[in-house]
Each structure stands twice: as structure tokens, then as C-alpha cells.
């Protein structure tokens, strides 16, 4: 069962708003459910109702009725559905979320279930064949990558990774990125001023998008490759003044300034990067192994699409992943048993293989990996560009006092006129220290 082309708009719009979660303000529309009564044969078949909150393009609710002999109960996400459903100790017995993000947040208030008896038992989900991803699924009560598990992602990318398209490279007569060697942001922001096409003063085609996964991301990671961290030691504050975070957010004000791709001042208004890629509008797009899924669904842009290393702001090499999107089971489920039976079938049944085959990610098992398409040209090179990448995948601890998204909604408040006014780098980074942290510090007063 391979992810369907359709379902590449919802998982980006998913990860996008995926650190939105308890507390957060609802997205536009109501939750909706979905009761399927079709379960497999037995005098068992039905006995139990499994309520999955996801995409409806992550589950064929049908295929798990049969295969688990369960009632599955689908519920649309959304985040102030699931507080109120938290809060009142009815949670769903599954819920989509972001290891990258939601693992420390949801962990910290003691709303998720400790997975470890369950994989410790587990002969389909081994925790030897665990890819080190999973390991933003753990927390310990102060950060990620240690302590218990929590979760389990369905797929990844190192999402700093370029796609690109060599017809747009060959018409600038540019050269092409390196498959081994990553490119510095100072490159890559040249590359994109020569990428960009513009007319009557607007730009026609972006030279490159380096916020699909939000610009707290980039940051992130960028602060991150320049040998430093966005958050303290104690995940309580953000510091943008520091060396390594101030290198960053100088880089991402002069990618604003320059107009050259999607921004907080001007958002692309196609609302993510594959139909802008696909329309030859966008040269390159940071988006990681997972949008090779959406390139195989037009043999035109595969034949001219390229994958690249992720680029580095310092000497510290590191591919990091934003979002590690999979399930994790609430601690006030009812249904915890058929809950993990669901895992076992999610993760390493014929979903699993499905996905791992369809290219929309890497697989979370390392036994899939091998599962990983390589039949066309363009597939064989991302194939091999992602094996090398491997080595430089490192976690990044998030805060478990404030959510992405919040912290994005501070980056669009403050960036748009800071760039139109001509803000120093060094007071535009005060701006965010003082919003975020008081954010964060809200966040860590609820916990006390």
C-alpha cells in the first residue's frame, strides 16, 4: 500500500502544523470521525473500537479493520480537539505527532504512554532494527534522544536536504551542486540569487526555499551545523545572540532581503513547495527524501530532479530531521493493547513496506531500508546521496516549554518589518529573545 500523490499536500500541511498541539488554537474546520464497522472474520471481529486521530491519507481504515479485526474510529486532527480530549481523559488511543517536537512537549506533562515493555516484548518492532530517528521519540524529563520511549515515526528525511532541478541550473548556466560535498549557506544563497527569474520586478521563478519546514527550523539547524544551539542547556530560553544563532539569523535576514524565495515577508502562495517545483517555478526547494514521493508522480520533473546534501553554516556537519512524523499512544487510552497491535501493523506490516517502497520517506526500521526505490535514474541518485547522508544525522533537542509554531508565529511578527525597516541583525535577535522567552518561561510556569 503506497502513499497516494494526494496525500503529499496533507503531510507537509501536517508538518507544518504539527508542533501546534495542547493549548494551541484550532485549525480552521471541525474535527470530523469516522466509525468503519468492517472487521476481519471471527467471533472477536469489531469487539473493540481503536480511535486513530490522523490524516486520512496516513490510514486505509478499511485494510486496518480487516488486518487487526478492530473497529477503527478515524478522527481528523486538530489540536484544540485534542486538548479538550486530554483534559477530559478521553483521548484517542492513537494520535499523529511530531518526534521532532511534540514528543517533549506531550512527554512533559505526562500525557503519553511509556513504550519501552511493548517493544521490549515486540517481535515485528525490535528495537536493534530501530533507526536512530526514533530516538526524537525518547525523553527523559529533561531532554530528548535519552530515557523512555515514547513513540515511533512512520517515516523521516533530513529535511535540509535540496532537491533541485537541473533544467533550471543548465537555462542559468550554473553549475551543479556536488553529490558528496554540502554546500556552505554562503553558496547556497549565491546560487539562489543566480537561480532567481524576475519580472517587471517580481519574482516568476524562486532560486530556493529554505522555510517549507518554518523558519524556527532553519535556524535550528543551521545554528546547529555552525558548531552552536538556538536553545540554553536547560531548554528554559533561546539565545539569538549568541555566535552561532546570530551567524544564522544574519543569513536568513539577507535571504529575506534578497527576495530570492519564499519567506515571512512574502509566502509562497501555493502554500508549499510541490506545485511550485513541478511548474518549474523553484530551482531548489530544502525538503529532504520525502519529496522524491511527490517527483515520482511526474516522470517530466523526475527525469531533471536532483537530491543534494544538506548545506552547513560552520564546520559542524550535521543533517538533521524537523519532524520524525509518526503515532504515539496517550497515557489515558483505553485500548493500550490494540493500540500497540496497531504499531506493529503500522510500523512493520505492509504499510510499512508500501511506504518504504513509494519513496515518500526513509523507513524507521533499518530492515526497509532496503525496500527504498532505485529503479529510475533519478531514484538511484537520491538513493545513494541519502545513503552517504546517513553519517550526519544528529537529533536536536527541542524545548518542552513552548511549541514550534508558537515560536514561528513570534519569527512572522518580528522578521516582516525588521527586514522593511532595516533592523541590525543584533537588535532584531534581542526582539526574538525577549517574545520567545517569554513564551517558553508561560510554558514552564504551567509545569512548574
Given at each position: 500500500?503506497?502513499?497516494?500523490a494526494?496525500?503529499?499536500l496533507?503531510?507537509?500541511?501536517?508538518?507544518?502544523?504539527?508542533?501546534a498541539?495542547?493549548?494551541?488554537?484550532?485549525l480552521s474546520?471541525?474535527?470530523?470521525?469516522v466509525?468503519?464497522?468492517?472487521?476481519?472474520?471471527?467471533?472477536?471481529?469489531?469487539?473493540?473500537?481503536?480511535?486513530?486521530?490522523?490524516?486520512k491519507?496516513?490510514?486505509?481504515?478499511k485494510?486496518?479493520?480487516?488486518?487487526?479485526?478492530l473497529?477503527?474510529?478515524?478522527?481528523?486532527?486538530?489540536?484544540?480537539?485534542l486538548?479538550?480530549?486530554?483534559?477530559?481523559?478521553t483521548?484517542?488511543d492513537v494520535?499523529?505527532?511530531?518526534g521532532?517536537?511534540?514528543?517533549?512537549?506531550?512527554?512533559a506533562?505526562?500525557?503519553?504512554?511509556?513504550l519501552?515493555p511493548?517493544?521490549a516484548?515486540?517481535t515485528v518492532?525490535?528495537?536493534?532494527?530501530l533507526d536512530p530517528?526514533?530516538?526524537l521519540?525518547?525523553?527523559?524529563?529533561?531532554?530528548?534522544?535519552?530515557?523512555?520511549?515514547?513513540?515511533?515515526a512512520?517515516?523521516?528525511?533530513?529535511?535540509?536536504?535540496?532537491?533541485?532541478?537541473?533544467?533550471?541550473?543548465?537555462?542559468?548556466?550554473?553549475?551543479?551542486?556536488?553529490?558528496?560535498?554540502?554546500?556552505?549557506?554562503?553558496?547556497l544563497?549565491?546560487?539562489g540569487?543566480?537561480?532567481?527569474?524576475?519580472?517587471?520586478?517580481k519574482?516568476?521563478v524562486?532560486?530556493?526555499?529554505?522555510?517549507?519546514l518554518?523558519?524556527?527550523?532553519?535556524?535550528l539547524g543551521?545554528?546547529?551545523?555552525?558548531?552552536?544551539?538556538?536553545?540554553?542547556?536547560?531548554?528554559?530560553?533561546?539565545?539569538?545572540?549568541?555566535?552561532?544563532a546570530?551567524?544564522?539569523?544574519?543569513w536568513?535576514?539577507?535571504?529575506?532581503?534578497?527576495?530570492?524565495?519564499?519567506?515571512?515577508v512574502?509566502?509562497?502562495?501555493?502554500?508549499w513547495?510541490?506545485?511550485?517545483?513541478?511548474?518549474?517555478r523553484?530551482?531548489m526547494?530544502?525538503?529532504?527524501y520525502?519529496?522524491?514521493?511527490?517527483?515520482?508522480?511526474?516522470?517530466k520533473?523526475?527525469?531533471?530532479?536532483?537530491?543534494a546534501?544538506?548545506?552547513?553554516l560552520?564546520?559542524?556537519?550535521?543533517?538533521?530531521?524537523?519532524?520524525a512524523?509518526?503515532?504515539?499512544i496517550?497515557?489515558?487510552s483505553?485500548n493500550?493493547?490494540?493500540?500497540?497491535?496497531?504499531?506493529?501493523w503500522?510500523?512493520?506490516?505492509?504499510?510499512?513496506q508500501?511506504?518504504?517502497?513509494?519513496g515518500?520517506?526513509?523507513?524507521?526500521?533499518?530492515?526497509l531500508r532496503?525496500?527504498?526505490?532505485q529503479?529510475?535514474?533519478?531514484?538511484?541518485?537520491?538513493?545513494?546521496?541519502q545513503?552517504?547522508?546517513?553519517?550526519?544525522?544528529?537529533?536536536?533537542t527541542?524545548?518542552?516549554?513552548?511549541?514550534?509554531?508558537?515560536?514561528?508565529?513570534?519569527i512572522?511578527?518580528?522578521l516582516?518589518?525588521?527586514?522593511?525597516?532595516?533592523?541590525?541583525?543584533?537588535?532584531?535577535a534581542?526582539?526574538?529573545?525577549?517574545?520567545?522567552?517569554a513564551l517558553?518561561?508561560k510554558?514552564?510556569d504551567?509545569?512548574?
Open positions: 500500500m503506497s502513499v497516494p494526494t496525500g503529499s496533507d503531510r507537509r500541511r501536517f508538518l507544518t502544523y504539527s508542533g498541539a495542547l493549548g494551541a488554537a484550532a474546520g471541525c474535527a470530523a470521525s466509525d468503519d464497522g468492517s472487521g476481519g472474520t471471527g467471533s472477536k471481529s469489531g469487539s473493540t473500537t481503536l480511535t486513530v486521530m490522523c490524516q491519507e496516513d490510514l486505509d481504515i485494510a486496518a479493520g480487516k488486518a487487526l479485526g473497529k477503527i474510529r478515524y478522527l481528523q486532527p486538530d489540536p484544540a480537539k486538548n479538550a480530549l486530554l483534559a477530559a481523559k483521548p484517542p494520535v499523529l505527532g511530531s521532532a517536537t511534540d514528543a517533549p512537549y506531550f512527554a506533562r505526562n500525557l503519553m504512554t511509556d519501552d511493548y517493544f516484548k515486540s518492532l525490535k528495537r536493534s532494527d530517528v526514533n530516538d521519540w525518547r525523553y527523559d524529563g529533561s531532554k530528548q534522544g535519552a530515557g523512555p520511549r515514547y513513540g515511533m512512520k517515516d523521516y528525511s533530513q529535511d535540509q536536504m535540496i532537491w533541485y532541478r537541473t533544467d533550471l541550473f543548465e537555462a542559468a548556466k550554473v553549475d551543479l551542486p556536488s553529490e558528496t560535498e554540502p554546500l556552505s549557506y554562503e553558496e544563497l549565491d546560487l540569487k543566480r537561480l532567481v527569474k524576475r519580472r517587471l520586478g519574482v516568476k524562486y532560486g530556493l526555499n529554505v522555510t517549507g518554518g523558519s524556527f527550523s532553519s535556524l543551521m545554528t546547529a551545523s555552525a558548531g552552536g544551539s538556538v536553545f540554553a542547556e536547560d531548554l528554559s530560553s533561546v539565545d539569538f545572540s549568541s555566535p552561532e546570530l551567524k544564522a539569523l544574519k536568513m535576514l539577507e535571504y529575506t532581503k534578497a527576495d530570492i524565495g519564499p519567506s515571512t512574502n509566502p509562497n502562495p501555493d502554500g513547495d510541490w506545485p511550485t517545483f513541478q511548474a518549474g523553484m530551482a526547494a530544502t525538503d529532504g520525502w519529496f522524491g514521493g511527490a517527483i515520482a508522480g511526474d516522470p520533473v523526475a527525469e531533471v530532479s536532483r537530491l546534501p544538506a548545506p552547513q560552520g564546520s559542524s556537519r550535521i543533517s538533521p530531521c524537523f519532524g512524523t509518526g503515532f504515539w496517550p497515557k489515558e483505553k493500550k493493547d490494540a493500540a500497540w497491535k496497531f504499531f506493529e503500522f510500523f512493520g506490516g505492509e504499510p510499512a508500501g511506504r518504504a517502497a513509494g515518500w520517506g526513509v523507513p524507521s526500521l533499518k530492515s532496503e525496500k527504498m526505490p529503479d529510475k535514474p533519478y531514484q538511484k541518485q537520491a538513493f545513494e546521496v545513503e552517504q547522508e546517513f553519517a550526519y544525522f544528529k537529533p536536536l527541542f524545548t518542552p516549554y513552548a511549541q514550534k509554531d508558537a515560536l514561528d508565529g513570534v512572522s511578527k518580528v516582516p518589518g525588521a527586514v522593511k525597516s532595516g533592523t541590525s541583525a543584533g537588535k532584531v534581542d526582539e526574538l529573545n525577549k517574545q520567545m522567552n517558553i518561561a510554558g514552564k504551567v509545569l512548574g
